[in-house]
């Protein structure tokens, strides 16, 4: 199954929700589009913050869940892929902010019963999911307009995680993860003084960088090339063994970059490549692109 909604109903995000099933033999299909339009009108029509969002300002997200495995009747396994992007102020460019895969999908869920959030339990891994990653996304936005903008959100997730930590499904706890990549992780990170440059650079490389490209394209630049320089503190700083909040910033982050130095001088080439190839040695034969 594998069907699009895009019809916006949005509170603070408009959010397309796609589910597919292709691995899952033998089994009611009709479920899996109730799930799927069960998960829109959830993500659409809850409000998440105390903030009024006109219709133009709601946050574009995607969420793409693969289920893999049919475990029971109502009972379910596979992953969830969240995205959210970004408009860039005088431009018709969106930028990726969140590029996300989560392979710690394990739900359970009876066709038609309605999906129930709470803030304060864990009543259903489903759900509890979902908002972890509808503030996740809320977050990493506010960060891009404002210097840490988004604590509050992050702090909601974070109670999201600390109230799902007696649940038997995996992803939630620290010990549960490979390479401490989990959303325990991700949030935790997140919210760590010793990851704070990478909000920063968030917000410098969104706000006074790509915000003021279209108007100055070489001020704008000069304050990425700049923000590059946070990232690298980072990596050099190593908080942790996986840096896992550094890896997911540059798979938000990492094609665009090589975009941005398209027209720059070379100079701010070799610089960005130098940090570029450093912070992400995986990637780095990807980086050489910005020097032709």
């Known amino acids: 199954m594998n ?29 899996f589009q109730t799930l799927q339009n069960a998960i829109y009108e959830f993500m659409n029509t809850m409000v998440w913050t105390n903030h009024v969002y006109q219709p133009n300002e709601r946050i574009e997200c995607n969420i793409l869940i693969n289920l893999t495995e049919q475990i029971s009747a109502d009972e379910f396994r596979g992953s969830i892929q969240v995205q959210s992007n970004r408009p860039v102020y005088n431009s018709s460019y969106n930028t990726v902010l969140l590029n996300y895969r989560d392979n710690n999908f394990h739900i359970r869920y009876v066709e038609f019963e309605p999906l129930e959030y709470n803030p304060t339990s864990h009543i ?43 649940a038997p499904e995996s992803g939630w706890k620290p010990f549960d993860a490979k390479s401490n990549r989990n959303r325990y992780w991700l949030v935790t990170n997140i919210l760590d003084a010793d990851y704070e440059p990478l909000r920063e650079f ?11 490209m279209s108007e100055k394209v070489n001020q704008g630049r ?39 130095y398209s027209e720059a001088n070379p100079e701010e080439k070799s610089r960005a490549v130098t940090i570029l190839s450093e912070i ?4 780095a034969t990807k980086y050489q692109a910005i020097n032709k």
């Open 124 to 166: 259903s891994n489903l759900t509890s999911i979902l908002a972890y990653y509808a503030y996740i996304i809320i977050g990493m936005d506010y960060d891009t307009f404002s210097y840490n903008g988004g604590d509050e959100y992050f702090s909601i997730a974070e109670n999201i995680v600390t109230n799902a930590q007696n």
């Open 3 to 31: 069907i699009n909604i895009s019809t916006s109903i949005a509170q603070e995000l408009k959010c397309n929700v796609q589910v597919v099933s292709s691995q899952i033999q033998g089994t009611n299909r009709q479920v």
């Open 280 to 283: 992400d040695p995986a990637n």
């Open 222 to 260: 000069e304050e990425i090339t700049a923000s590059l320089d946070l990232l690298q503190d980072v990596f050099r700083e190593k908080p942790d063994p996986f840096m896992h909040y550094l890896q997911v910033v540059m798979d938000a982050k990492g094609d665009e970059i090589i975009k941005v």
């Open 202 to 212: 968030y917000y410098r490389y969104h706000r006074q960088g790509l915000d003021v």
